[in-house]
C-alpha cells in the first residue's frame, strides 16, 4: 500500500485566515502497533472536521467521498448562480407565462457541456416545446411549459426561486 499525504491550503497566501484540507491514507504507528489510517480534515482557524474510515469498506469510503464531492459541486453551482447577472432583460406579465431561455439562465445558472441547466438538485432541459425537469436523485422527472409548473417543482423539491426579483410586473395566482 503506498502513502498518500497532502495539504493544500484554501485561503490566499496574503489572507490573515487559515484554511486547509488534509487528505490521508497510509500506515501510522500507535502506542499498540501500526494500523492503517486515511482520513480527509477539513479545518479553518477555529474548527477541524475530520472524516475517518473507520469500520466501513473502503468502496463505501469511496462513496461517501463522492458524494461529498458532488454535493460541493452543488454548492458550487449555487453559489456562482447567485453571481449570475441576467444577458437581457427578461420581463414576466403571468405565472402562466411559457418557460422562456432567458427564465431558465436566470433560475439555473449553470449550463454543463450536455445542455443541461443546473440548480440545486435539480436540472433542467430542452424538451420538444417544453422543458424537462428532474433532480439529481430521481431521473424520472417531468415536462413543463410554464412558470407555473417551474414555482411548484422547485418548491416541491426545496430549491424556491422567488420569481418576482426577475422583474417588479410579476403577477402572483
Known amino acids: 500500500m503506498g502513502l498518500y499525504n497532502k495539504r493544500t491550503w484554501l485561503?490566499?497566501?496574503?489572507?490573515?485566515s487559515l484554511g486547509s484540507i488534509v487528505?490521508?491514507?497510509?500506515?501510522?504507528?500507535?502506542?499498540?502497533?501500526?494500523?492503517?489510517?486515511?482520513?480527509?480534515a477539513i479545518s479553518d482557524c477555529h474548527h477541524t472536521i475530520?472524516?475517518?474510515?473507520?469500520?466501513?469498506?473502503?468502496e463505501d469510503y469511496i462513496k461517501k467521498m463522492k458524494l461529498l464531492k458532488s454535493e460541493i459541486e452543488l454548492f458550487i453551482n449555487h453559489l456562482n448562480g447567485c453571481l449570475a447577472k441576467p444577458t437581457k432583460p427578461v420581463k414576466i406579465s403571468s405565472m402562466r407565462d411559457a418557460i422562456t431561455r432567458e427564465i431558465i439562465e436566470i433560475v439555473f445558472p449553470h449550463l454543463f457541456n450536455d445542455g443541461r441547466y443546473m440548480c440545486g438538485r435539480v436540472g433542467i432541459c430542452p424538451s420538444g416545446n417544453g422543458w424537462y425537469?428532474?433532480?439529481v436523485q430521481n431521473f424520472v422527472g417531468k415536462q413543463i411549459k410554464t412558470i407555473d409548473q417551474l414555482d411548484r417543482f422547485?418548491?416541491?423539491?426545496?430549491?424556491?426561486?422567488?420569481?418576482?426579483?426577475?422583474?417588479?410586473?410579476?403577477?402572483?395566482?
Open 133 to 135: 425537469i428532474n433532480t
Open 11 to 16: 485561503n490566499k497566501e496574503d489572507s490573515p
Open 154 to 173: 422547485l418548491k416541491k423539491e426545496g430549491v424556491p426561486f422567488d420569481f418576482t426579483s426577475i422583474n417588479d410586473n410579476l403577477i402572483k395566482k
Open 50 to 58: 475530520k472524516l475517518i474510515k473507520n469500520t466501513e469498506s473502503t
Open 23 to 40: 487528505l490521508f491514507d497510509g500506515e501510522v504507528k500507535y502506542s499498540d502497533g501500526i494500523e492503517r489510517t486515511t482520513f480527509l
